[in-house]
């Protein structure tokens, strides 16, 4: 039972290079959902997704791009990265609206 | 807007107790989730409350006071394999905002 899984887990880039986090889910849980941690803030929600082909934003989506074209994959795409931008991104997913949030192992990404 | 107040740190011997304090304002609520991670790790979950009162989960065990915009989370019989940092969330509808966290250390 794999569950939910993140690739890469450390990734370092440069600022102004195109990165791209993956997020695998094997429940077919309909809702996904990116977050970033940072000290001192928390997890805070990037985007989420309720369903294939259906995205939002969250509390800090700006410079991020999302989508999901099947329900097992939610890709977090980071346009032109930014120093800013080095955090530990989480992938979660959960069953249905209101069910808890399982969270994948997270990605540790550094821009230099 | 959303505030989730918790504190930052937190130390206590193995064995004891401690009860993590979380207070919330927030814009809406539909219930209150407490999760445990370990340093480098995911959060896991451990409870979730939606009405008021206690709930018990063996050796850990969650409170929930809606009117007061309040939860506890006690931890008993403090084992090692306990410190990690525990993360208040409150629920407004599928949307959760989380707290900073609380650090707890269990010294022997």
């Known amino acids: 039972d794999a569950g939910i899984t993140q690739s890469p887990r450390y990734k370092i880039t440069e600022t102004g290079r195109q990165v791209t986090l993956m997020c695998h889910q094997t429940w077919s849980h309909s809702y996904m959902f990116w977050y970033r941690q940072d000290l001192g803030h928390g997890l805070r929600l990037i985007y989420y997704s309720a369903a294939a082909d259906i995205t939002d934003k969250g509390e800090v989506p700006d410079g991020y791009v999302v989508s999901r074209s099947k329900t097992e994959n939610f890709p977090l795409t980071l346009e032109s990265a930014t120093r800013s931008q080095t955090s530990v991104y989480f992938c979660?997913?959960?069953?249905?609206?209101?069910?808890?949030?399982?969270f994948g192992p997270g990605t540790r990404l550094t821009v230099l | 807007g959303q505030n989730i107040d918790q504190p930052t740190e937190m130390t206590a011997t193995e064995g004891a107790i401690v009860q993590i304090n979380c207070t919330y304002q927030?814009?809406?609520?539909?219930?209150l989730f407490w999760y445990q991670q370990h340093a480098g790790e995911a959060p896991t979950f451990l409870s979730y409350?939606?009405?008021?009162g206690l709930e018990e989960k063996g050796r850990f065990s969650s409170f929930l006071s809606r009117s007061k915009g309040y939860s506890y989370l006690l931890l008993k019989e403090l084992q090692m394999k306990d410190s990690a940092s525990y993360l208040c969330?409150?629920?407004?509808?599928?949307?959760?905002?989380f707290g900073a966290g609380t650090t707890v250390t269990v010294r022997a």
């Open positions: 969330a409150v629920r407004n509808d599928y949307k959760l905002s």
């Open positions: 979660a997913s959960s069953e249905v609206r209101t069910d808890t949030q399982y």
């Open positions: 927030t814009s809406g609520f539909n219930g």
């Open positions: 409350n939606v009405l008021d």
